[in-house]
Nanobody, 127 residues
Framework: QVQLVESGGGLVQAGGSLRLSCAAS????????MGWFRQAPGKEREFVAAITWSGGRTYYADSVRGRFTISRDNAKKTGYLQMNSLKPEDTAVYYC????????????????????WGQGTQVTVSS
């Protein structure tokens, strides 16, 4: 079992930056791929970014590529999402999630593939 807790959300002006953290408990976190998703009011949950268990490969949604950076520190059992050049359309609840079944350097973007989820952290970007 893996428990995930996000932190680092808040209110920021457009063009600003935030760094989200995802603290994991459980011995197997370091062997799982990790992803970040977000959900805005009235919209479906959408994929933001993912990283392999080793941190050697990452993948981003087109809407955030070049602005967001996903990373992880397995020794600390923590994942991160650095968000720069934030836009009002980035406003959402952000969730981290773990995918225990993907193998090697593969990554998956579909939310149903992720078995473990945090409670979410609110990010609000003002214009």
């Amino acid at each position: 079992q893996v428990q995930l807790v996000e932190s680092g959300g808040g209110l920021v002006q457009a063009g600003g930056s935030l760094r989200l953290s995802c603290a994991a408990s459980g011995r197997t976190f370091s062997s799982y791929a990790m992803g970040w998703f977000r959900q805005a009011p009235g919209k479906e949950r959408e994929f933001v970014a993912a990283i392999t268990w080793s941190g050697g490969r990452t993948y981003y949604a087109d809407s955030v590529r070049g602005r967001f950076t996903i990373s992880r520190d397995n020794a600390k059992k923590t994942g991160y999402l650095q968000m720069n050049s934030l836009k009002p359309e980035d406003t959402a609840v952000y969730y981290c999630a773990a995918d225990p079944r993907v193998l090697g350097d593969n990554l998956r973007v579909g939310a149903p593939n992720y078995n473990y989820w945090g409670q979410g952290t609110q990010v609000t970007v003002s214009s």
